[in-house]
């Protein structure tokens, strides 16, 4: 059974676009992270969740939306796709916020055409 | 935004070599992970330290949280081909750091067999 599960696992789209990404997460954590990887692989915190509580914010252009309907799961929308937007992003969750470990899901590769 | 200085960047070495790699910051941090991230996948932990000074292994891996908690290490032993990839630290802030993970710049392991 996959821990932490995306969909979709590759997304291509035009300028201007709405899209969002799914994220699943199967082992009762309580916090889950949006994290973006650019093309240096660097990666970067987007937001955090902590029992559907966003706990961390952090300087993100206000078309990315983030969503936790329940504990499993966090969703992230973006608007008005621009070509920066281009990374992998990545879902993650632990069992807390305080510095637990950390577990990635396998990523989706976001493509602004 | 915050960064971990993490090195080398990129590294061949023959396999059965051992390896070495570091992380430092002029932050104090509460927590260290080491990761490794495979092409086209998300990054699979590899250690977590919760302590100054503490030593853990897993396998052919052994890593340190550094006294000052403000770096950490990572060796590995007698590489093997599949032990290439991309190692990245990732350091937890605490309540100071309103309780993220900063990330290394990643540390690029090419084995020659």
């Known amino acids: 059974d996959t821990a932490v599960s995306q969909t979709p696992k590759y997304l291509v789209t035009q300028m201007g676009n709405d899209k969002s990404i799914k994220c699943e997460q199967n082992?009762?954590?309580?916090?889950m992270y949006w994290y973006k990887q650019d093309s240096k692989k660097f990666l970067k915190i987007m937001f955090s969740?902590?029992?559907?509580?966003?706990?961390i914010n952090e300087t993100v252009p206000n078309r990315f939306s983030p969503k936790s309907p329940d504990k499993a799961h966090l969703n992230l929308h973006i608007n008005s796709l621009e070509l920066g937007d281009s990374a992998v992003y990545f879902c993650?969750?632990?069992?807390?916020?305080?510095?637990?470990?950390?577990?990635f899901g396998p990523g989706t590769r976001l493509t602004v055409l | 935004g915050q960064q971990l200085n993490q090195s080398p960047q990129s590294m061949f070495i023959q396999e059965g070599e051992d390896v070495s790699m570091n992380c430092t910051s002029s932050?104090?941090?509460?927590?260290w992970l080491w990761y490794k991230q495979d092409p086209g996948e998300g990054p699979v932990l590899l250690i977590a330290?919760?302590?100054?000074?503490e030593l853990t292994s897993n396998g052919r891996l052994t890593a340190q949280f550094g006294i000052t908690r403000k770096d950490s290490f990572l060796n590995i032993s007698a590489s093997i081909p599949s032990d290439v990839g991309i190692y990245f630290c990732?350091?937890?802030?605490?309540?100071?750091?309103?309780?993220?993970?900063?990330f290394g710049t990643g540390t690029r392991l090419k084995v020659l067999a």
């Open positions: 932050s104090i941090f509460n927590t």
């Open positions: 082992l009762g954590h309580d916090t």
């Open positions: 330290l919760y302590k100054a000074g």
């Open positions: 969740y902590n029992n559907k509580e966003l706990i």
């Open positions: 993650a969750s632990a069992p807390g916020f305080r510095g637990n470990e950390q577990f």
């Open positions: 990732a350091g937890h802030l605490g309540a100071s750091g309103t309780y993220k993970y900063i």
